[in-house]
């Protein structure tokens, strides 16, 4: 799958779900795939994270059959699912709604249970199964910004996971079981300046411990927050309609703006990839969001440039001080 999908129809149909952008970014052969992208001809001003997942592919024939999402992720996939057809991988196409309809949505979720062999009544059955290691994520999200044990890092990395939990969500909740109980044993941290962290998943990779090195901590990772699931009433088209991530920036906003304000975030760190079309949203987020934004841009793996580390430096110092003069809570 290129992006987030209902998992729960792939599991129910017998077959394991596997995010294409963690096997790309956890890879240390990362740098390879792009290039690999490349040489086959794709450009070099298209996101690395599409170039990622084709090199992924060129190089895992167990994976036979791709869900890619054609609305409501990168405008890219189209031209990537052609590519992939040449090298005879099937291709399967998903579009999120954008005007969130419930119809619209269910027919989607409908055509995807039907190309995999299996039915809705047996995704929503999974659903089920999932629930104890969704409510263990929401465990772990609400220890991140309230019980203040879990670190920004630590955060963003079960998050972005729970997109397929890595392939097996049994051990993924034991595993995550085990950090949940040591974590409740650590003493609260006490960081001066509370962060929140907006936009797709970063490239680069230690963003978290760059922040935390001046004094500030990431209490919200939105998308990954998104990618677990936090709202999960009513059935599995509704749990669908409520992730925000695929839909219009503005529903995407009514979230950031609650949860800001009830994590008590003093700025945010919005974050772009380059050649992606979300990069324009910042001209919206700018606008809409009530705290202070640094954005920073992202192009391939690897870790922060000093220059960006410059940058988000001085945006938690000045946090800080307002902190300091009693501007924030």
Known sequence: MTTTIPSEVIWAAGCVPVDLNNIFITSDR??????????????????????????????????TTVVAVTQGDCSNTHALMETLQLKG??????????NRDFDALAREIAMLAKELGTTVGAAEAIRGTLEPVRKRLDELDRMTWEGNRITGAENHLWLVSSSDFNSDYERFSSELGILLDTASKRTPFGESVRLGYIGVPPIIDDLYDAAEAYGARFVINEIQRQFSMPERGGGLVDQYLAYTYPYDVFHRLDYINRELARRSVHGIVHYVQSFCHRHIEDIVIRKKVKVPV???????????DERTKIRLQAFIEMLGRRVKKGMMH
């Open 294 to 304: 640094l954005t920073i841009e992202g192009e391939a793996p690897g870790n922060v």
């Open 30 to 63: 990362r740098d390879d795939y792009i290039k690999k992208a490349e040489r086959d001809g794709y450009p070099r001003n298209v996101c690395a994270w599409i170039k990622g997942i084709y090199g992924v592919l060129s190089e895992l024939p167990d994976i």
């Open 89 to 98: 991988i099937r291709t399967i196409p998903f579009a999120f709604p954008y």
